[in-house]
C-alpha cells in the first residue's frame, strides 16, 4: 500500500477542517499554541516512515504519557496494579470528579486523570523519590521513541500546577480513601510534569511500535511488556483512550487510540504499524477535531482497523 500517497490524500480531505474546535485554554499556556497547524505519522514494523504537515514539530503529549506510565506501572505490579485502578470505561470527562467519590478512590481506569494520578504514585513508591521517578518515565520515553533530547517543557508544567485545581481535587479525594500512598500534590505535579513532555508525531509513532508487536520493539528488538501486557495496554486504549468519546472513536476508526488535550492522538495497528496525529484545535470531548478525522479517514481507505 502506499502510504504517503494516503497520508497526501487525508491532508488534503482534512484541510478545511484544521483549526475547527478549540485549543485546550484551562492550561494558559496550551492556549497560546497555534490551531491551525496538523501533522500525521506512520511508521510500519520494519521501520518505513511516512509523514505529513508539522510531523516533526513537537507539542505537548499531555495525556498521552499516561500509556508510558501505565506500561512502566503494569511492568512493575502486573495484576496488583488493578488492585487500585480498573480497567473499565468511565463514560466520564477526563478530569471527573463524581465516579471516583461513588466508587470509594478507585478510578474506573489508568487513562482517566484520577487513574494517572494512581499510576504515577504506583511509580513514586517503587522508585522511593517524585525526580528519580519522572527521570525513569524520561528514560522509558526517549528509549521507545529512539530519541535521547525528548524533555518536559518546564513553562507547561508550571502552568498546570498554577491552574490544576481539579486535579489537585483529585489527589485529594484519592488520598482520603486511602488509594494514595505519597503526598497528594507530590503526585499532581509529578503527573503535570509528565504530561508536559514534548514530542513530535514521528516520535511518537515510533514510540507506539511496541504495542503493535506484542510488547517487543521490533526495531530495538527490545521487550518493553509482556505479549499479554500488551494485549491488555491496547485493549484498554480501544475501550478507555478517548474517555466518554471512546465509543465513538471505536466506532468510527477502530483501533486502540489515546489522545491528549495537547491535540495529539496515537493509535496502533496491531501487526503492522504505529500512527500519530496531530492538531490542537479539540472537540467537546477534548480529543482533536481534525486529528480523529484524519484517523477515520486512514482507517477507511486503507481498511486497517481491528474490525
Ligand atoms: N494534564 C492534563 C490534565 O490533567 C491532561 C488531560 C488530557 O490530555 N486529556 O488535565
New binding site residues.
Partial sequence: MDYQKILDEIYKEVKPYIGKGKVADY?PELAKVNPKQFGMSVVTLDGELFSVGDAQKRFSI??ISKVFTFTMALKMYSKELYKRVGVEPSGTP??SLVQLEYEHGKPRNPFI?AGAIVVTDSLISYYKDEFITLENILGFIREISKKGDININPQVAKS?MEH?YR?RALANLIKSFGNLDNDPITCVETY?KH?AVEMSCEELAHSMLFLANRGTDPLLKKEFCSPTQAKRINAVMLTCGHYDASGEFAFHVGLPGK????GGIVAVVPGKMGICVWSPALNRY?NSYAGTIALELFTQKTGLSIF
Avoid at 259 to 262: A, L
Wanted: proline fraction near 0%; hydrophobic fraction near 25%; charged fraction near 5%.
Fill in positions: 492550561i499531555q495525556s477526563f478530569n486523570n498546570e490544576g486535579n503535570f504530561c489522545s491528549g488535550v495537547g477534548g
